[in-house]
């Protein structure tokens, strides 16, 4: 499928639409899906008049950028200077950043236009948006279902026609799996290609920012405004995305990852995750049956890391410096502890105590150590899979959306839905969501690529390809 | 696995976390369930692996050692829920 955002930008350029007409259209679209609740806020009056510059730049004959006029919208745990910035909690209900993500002065930089900003799990802090403190967004599909998560809102945001593309975080499949929720391209790149700079900080060990977009193509040109070293992350590479505009056919091999096609899998789901290997086979690839053994340890070597770090990274939200306050607190532990538990949701405080338990002094070998070793042996599995095959193939999560309330009184069946996006974070690989079909019942499913580290250009040639099939 | 009370006290504590008695209660639940599914990992041996703290490989990225330009002292402090004399204020600790 070819980008939607260059038919708007090419559209906007030749006069045959304006910048001004694309925001209002969108601001529009924002209001019709209002009950789904993909956004918390919407910036009317400075994206028009945002838009209103770049369409007088057109009329000069000035040059302008690639996105020029496009919308879009952010999950709200990117810091920007207009509007408010929550990361859907409480503690940082009120909260007005005094600077831009790199990833929001990147796009700005292109002409795109932030018409609003997108629901999540507060703190990222989950799989269907379900822990936001400002309610739940719905899936676009189907009201009564989840939006998956964390980027639930962006995700439905594009995938509702709101915007053609919206930002999120991904940090064990918070792009990929509401990405395959909604019906929508959701794209997890490599560990370290994309600043992070600006984004509030979950897991920084797994953390990425990446695309949600109705194309790979777009995914693809959004990645390659925001790639690359910005002095602001150490954990940067030097830009090294350069997108491969060669289409001609290659044959590759594929590795179709067993340990995620049987058992608690859904059976529309493996159902179109085949179609689309079936597919791949009569175009001419190489499909092998692989094992990845350690794929059973990594949800649990990730409900290590991750809590580990985000309880050091939540420490910061303490009530002194900025974010509410409790106005209970007569004491400076009071104020920590009720701003504390005031401005975070359950599963915030679930996963930070988890972090503070499998840190804490006798434990921190046990499970923290034990956790970077097992992380170890699972790099080391994808890398010898890797030896043999080009990319690897299996769906992007176990089920469809499920139903809201659903999962949300067994923290460890949420967990659950993450299984399959899980592995790629912890090894930093690159990987992407693609829509592949539907279930019985009319639900989008998604199936899963995944790259050698920082095989991302090569990746999306080869997402191209399977979006066509 | 079961997680006591007291222990999931210490962890609010080590949190800075006050929590009311129910939630104490299903936090003991939940940790306990969840501690016991990571023990999975037991079955695991790893006494010849080295751990995986870092994924890129990068090591001391330098930028250059040039002063930029700074968010100010007044728009930093304007985001705290209490000043005074230009400085965050805070209950009384000592």
């Not at chain 1, 040109?221 to 910005?230: K, P, Y």
């Not at chain 1, 990845?292 to 309880?311: G, H, T």
């Not at chain 1, 034990?370 to 699972?378: D, E, N, P, S, V």
């Not at chain 1, 199936?447 to 040639?461: C, H, M, N, S, Y």
Request: hydrophobic residues 40%.
């Amino acid at each position: 499928m070819t980008s939607l955002i260059n038919e708007i930008v090419n559209n906007i350029k030749s006069g045959q639409t304006t910048a001004r007409a694309e925001v209002e259209k969108a601001l529009r679209a924002a209001q019709d899906n209002d009950e789904l609740h993909a956004l918390l806020e919407t910036f009317d009056d400075e994206a028009l008049h945002r838009a209103d510059e770049i369409d007088a730049k057109i009329r000069r004959g000035e040059q302008v950028g690639r996105l020029a006029g496009v919308p879009y919208v952010a999950k709200d745990n990117f810091l920007t200077t207009i509007g408010h910035t929550t990361a859907a909690a409480k503690i940082l209900e009120n909260f007005e950043s005094p600077i831009d993500a790199t990833a929001i002065e990147r796009l700005d930089n292109e002409d795109a236009i932030l018409i609003g900003k997108a629901n999540l799990d507060a703190f990222a802090h989950g799989g269907s948006t379900e822990n936001s403190a400002f309610g739940p967004t719905h899936n676009a599909v189907d009201f009564e279902r989840v939006a998956g998560g964390s980027s639930g809102g962006s995700a439905v945001a594009v995938a509702a026609g709101i915007v053609p593309f919206a930002l999120g975080s991904d940090t064990g499949g918070s792009i990929r799996q509401p990405g395959s929720f909604n019906g929508v391209v959701g794209y997890k790149p490599t560990y370290g290609m994309i600043s992070r700079y600006g984004v509030v900080a979950m897991a920084s060990s797994t953390d990425v920012v990446g695309p949600l977009t109705r194309t790979v193509e777009d995914a693809e040109l959004v990645s390659d405004i925001l790639a690359g070293q910005d002095g602001h992350d150490s954990t940067v590479h030097d830009n090294y995305f350069q997108p491969i505009t060669d289409n001609s056919q290659r044959s590759y091999t594929i590795g179709v990852i067993k340990d995620f096609m049987g058992e608690g899998v859904d059976a529309d789901v493996v159902n179109q995750t085949q179609a689309v290997i079936n597919r791949l086979e009569q175009a001419g690839h190489t499909v092998r049956q692989v094992s990845l053994p350690m794929a059973k340890y990594a949800l649990a070597i990730y409900y290590i890391v991750v809590p580990a770090e985000l309880s050091s990274n939540l420490a910061r939200y303490d009530g002194v410096r900025y974010g509410v306050r409790s106005d209970k607190a007569k004491s400076l532990d009071d104020v920590y502890g009720l701003s504390r538990s005031a401005g975070f949701m359950p599963e915030n405080k679930r996963r930070i105590m988890i972090g503070s338990y499998v840190l804490s002094s006798g434990y921190f070998d046990a499970y923290y150590l034990k956790a970077q070793k097992a992380r170890t042996l699972l790099i080391n599995e994808f890398n010898k899979l890797f030896d043999e095959c080009d990319f690897l193939i299996c769906p992007t999560a176990p089920t469809p959306a499920f139903k809201l309330g659903e999962n949300t009184s067994d923290p460890l069946k949420m967990y659950l839905a993450d299984a399959m996006t899980v592995p790629a974070s912890l090894a930093g690989l690159p990987a992407i969501s693609v829509p592949c079909g539907e279930s019985d019942s009319g639900l989008p499913i998604g199936v899963q690529l995944i790259g050698r580290q920082k095989d991302d250009a090569k990746l999306l040639a080869f997402a191209k390809e399977v979006e066509r099939l | 696995m079961s997680v006591s009370l007291d222990e999931v006290r210490h962890l609010a504590a080590l949190s800075e976390i006050q929590l009311s008695d129910s939630e104490l209660e299903s936090l003991a639940t939940d940790i306990g369930n969840i501690v016991g599914y990571i023990n999975q990992l037991d079955e695991l041996d790893t006494d010849q692996v080295e751990p995986t703290f870092q994924l890129t490989g990068l090591q001391n990225v330098w930028r250059d050692d040039k002063i930029e330009p700074q968010l100010s002292r007044e728009k930093l402090l304007n985001l705290a829920p209490d000043t005074e004399n230009n400085q965050v204020k805070v209950p009384k600790v000592l």
